[in-house]
């Protein structure tokens, strides 16, 4: 049981070095340096999206057939495949392989490293504490991000390239903590013969899990279309803040505080999740994050309504995955969790190269009112499937 207790803290270590990501702020400026045009680093955002559309949810199946210890570490390494290659690249097939690389990791990744943390919290009887889990990690996601983005900053105006450079050494540092951890499932004795067999059963039985619930289906779909448009006005905020000639330093303090006010979202989640339960927080949240995107679009509101924006983005984020965790079996896991991934993948890859169409053609404002005209509708969307098919009657 101290072997999976350790899994925690390790993994905070892990948090904290993966996340200490110096080319987050900074790299669709240093595409456009190179000449790429905003609608082509919005097709580069889609080729990341492809990747996690295709490859999500058979990476979740290799982490819960063959183990999310291994499906996090394939994840790093892919990832310092990514940052040499956009180190390197000039031309868009070379950068666009690239993403697809960055997807790959993110994939590896992105059910794996949840379903670890979730089933070792339930290998030592506290799941319970999941939320609380969650919150501390998020603290060090965005402690460790704003501290990058502040130092990427500072590095961008002597070389961006240096930036890509330190990415290696940080990297391979997170990967340590990894290596060190328990895995949380039973080794599966599988011949090779039967692998494919394995991947084929374990697809159909985490499909039946996902369709049978409409309340597990609107988590998961409620998740995406909350989280893709905060994370497409994060990046393209970066060049409009540009446009309007602010610093690469303002806009590393910017993303800084945004940080900051998500760490506190994640610190206040298990709390507001206990005030206004489930019910409420699917009504209460999301009307904050439709109101806040609008209020992006005026300049002198701009820098408290994207900080802002990050306390709300936390803790939904978090109380979302609690309720998901809690209604999934333990050896589909990591699969259906990356059923929510693939979800958000749908709605990136559609609305990341609109947002960038839109703001070569007519300018980034006007990307961002149907940014905010699109979440808008989504949450309408979301409120009538609410009503029209009774989910309220699975929550609590």
Excluded at 185 to 193: A, D, L, Q
Excluded at 224 to 247: D, R, V
Aim: charged fraction near 15%; aromatic fraction near 16%.
């Amino acid at each position: 049981m101290n072997k999976f207790r350790r899994n925690i803290r390790l993994d905070y270590i892990h948090t904290l070095f993966r996340n200490f990501n110096l080319t987050h702020g900074i790299w669709l400026i240093y595409l456009a340096s190179k000449g790429f045009s905003f609608f082509e680093i919005g097709l580069f955002e889609g080729i990341f999206h492809l990747s996690s559309i295709t490859m999500e949810v058979p990476t979740g199946m290799i982490a819960d057939i063959l183990g999310r210890k291994i499906s996090r570490v394939l994840g790093v390494v892919t990832f310092i495949l990514y940052i040499l290659l956009l180190l390197i690249g000039n031309s868009f097939f070379v950068i666009g392989i690239a993403f697809f690389l960055c997807g790959l990791a993110y994939t590896f990744e992105s059910g794996s490293g949840e379903a670890l943390v979730y089933d070792s919290l339930i290998l030592i009887n506290e799941e319970q504490r999941y939320m609380k889990v969650m919150g501390y990690k998020e603290i060090l996601f965005q402690l460790s991000n704003s501290i990058a983005l502040v130092v990427g900053g500072y590095l961008a105006i002597r070389a961006m390239e240096w930036n890509f450079y330190l990415m290696f050494l940080v990297f391979a540092i997170a990967l340590v903590p990894i290596l060190m951890m328990r895995e949380t499932m039973e080794k599966r004795n599988i011949e090779k013969h039967d692998f494919r067999s394995e991947m084929y059963n374990q697809f159909i039985k985490s499909t039946k899990t996902v369709f049978s619930s409409k309340h597990l289906m609107f988590l998961l779909i409620s998740g995406a279309l909350m989280a893709a448009p905060i994370t497409t006005l994060f990046f393209y905020l970066q060049n409009h803040l540009t446009n309007l000639e602010y610093s690469f330093i303002a806009i590393g303090w910017l993303l800084g505080v945004h940080s900051v006010v998500s760490s506190l979202g994640g610190l206040f989640a298990q709390r507001i999740e206990k005030i206004f339960r489930e019910k409420l927080i699917i009504y209460i949240i999301p009307i904050f994050i439709v109101a806040l995107i609008w209020l992006v679009q005026i300049e002198s509101l701009v820098f408290i309504s994207f900080s802002l924006l990050g306390f709300f983005d936390a803790v939904l984020y978090i109380v979302l995955n609690d309720y998901i965790n809690r209604v999934i079996p333990s050896d589909q896991r990591a699969t259906i969790l990356s059923f929510g991934s693939l979800a958000f993948s749908i709605v990136m890859i559609l609305i990341f190269p609109l947002v960038g169409f839109l703001g070569d053609t007519y300018g980034l404002p006007v990307g961002f009112l149907a940014l905010a005209i699109i979440v808008s509708l989504s949450y309408l969307g979301l409120l009538l499937s609410l009503r029209g098919n009774n989910i309220f009657k699975e929550f609590s």
